[in-house]
């Protein structure tokens, strides 16, 4: 007769196989495990990996192009008379483009600093923009917004054949006001431009303009013959400062329609 106890007892192939499926349950669940967590280490790996790239992505984007700045060491190309003996000279500035371009500035200031005449000699290089209207950079050397328009003032006649002056738009004839010139050579690419505020008159103020260009000489030209061409040329139509009051160098009236390059 069997006894109470081994009838209760499970046969141990039974409790063996229990516990070798136990056993393959936990071992499989700690293996998705690991696998879980080792994909999330794998893309946080990725993810500082490419955070520590982004600044090498940046440094291998396109850069600001450099744009003009002053020129130290270089010396001055052209020089000028003083306007008169209650002026002095402000300053000097060369301005270099790394494409090319020079611009020789003088200016002009009485008490205060404050400007009364300014002079540029823009040597373009290729950083030249032909679409740019010229009057633009002469609204900003005027003291005023590069979208302030700029209406025909007339033309005057220097050394260096007819000069186009131009005022504020709307300005009355009445009302002083600054006077910008502007002056475009092709060969060679050189741009005479700049403002003067002296006389009380219109006349007066034209007159300083044509006398100021007409005392602008050449110092040194560098390795550029058709600079040293042009100012010789020019000096050949040199005269002297006529009176404010004169009308000899008046081309027109004052709002005279331009013709020709300026």
């Known amino acids: 007769m069997q006894s109470p106890e081994a009838s209760t007892a499970a046969p141990p ?16 669940t700690l293996a998705r495990l690991f696998a879980y967590v080792g994909a999330l280490a794998l893309f946080a790996i990725l993810a500082l990996a490419a955070l520590g790239r982004l600044p090498d992505l940046r440094d291998d984007a396109p850069a600001d192009k450099p744009g003009w700045s002053v020129a130290d060491r270089s010396h001055p190309a052209f020089a000028l008379s003083r306007l008169d003996s209650s002026e ?20 002009w200031a009485r008490e205060a600093d404050r400007p009364v005449a300014e002079l540029e000699i823009y040597r373009e ?11 633009a950079d002469l609204a900003v050397q005027m003291g005023l917004g590069a979208t302030t328009t700029l209406e025909q003032a007339g033309l005057i006649d220097t050394k260096f054949g007819p000069v186009a002056l131009f005022r504020p738009t709307g300005t009355d004839k009445g009302t002083p006001s600054c006077l910008g ?30 006398c100021t260009l007409n005392q602008l000489t050449l110092l040194a030209s560098g390795n550029e013959p058709k600079l040293a061409e042009l100012f010789a040329r020019a ?18 009236a004052a709002n005279a329609q331009l013709r020709g390059a300026l």
């Open 181 to 210: 010139y502007l002056k475009r050579s092709e060969e060679p690419a050189l741009q005479i431009s700049g403002f003067s505020c002296q006389g009380d008159t219109l006349p007066a103020q034209r007159a300083a303009i044509a």
């Open 13 to 28: 192939t039974q409790v063996h196989l229990a516990l070798a499926a136990l056993a393959d349950e936990v071992v499989g």
């Open 235 to 252: 000096e050949l139509k040199r005269r002297g400062c006529e009176p404010r009051d004169s009308s000899d160098w008046l081309l027109g």
């Open 125 to 135: 290089g290729g950083e030249f923009d032909v679409a740019r209207p010229a009057t």
């Open 88 to 107: 002095k000279t402000a300053s000097y500035i060369i301005l270099r483009h790394p494409e090319g371009g020079r611009r020789d500035v003088m200016r």
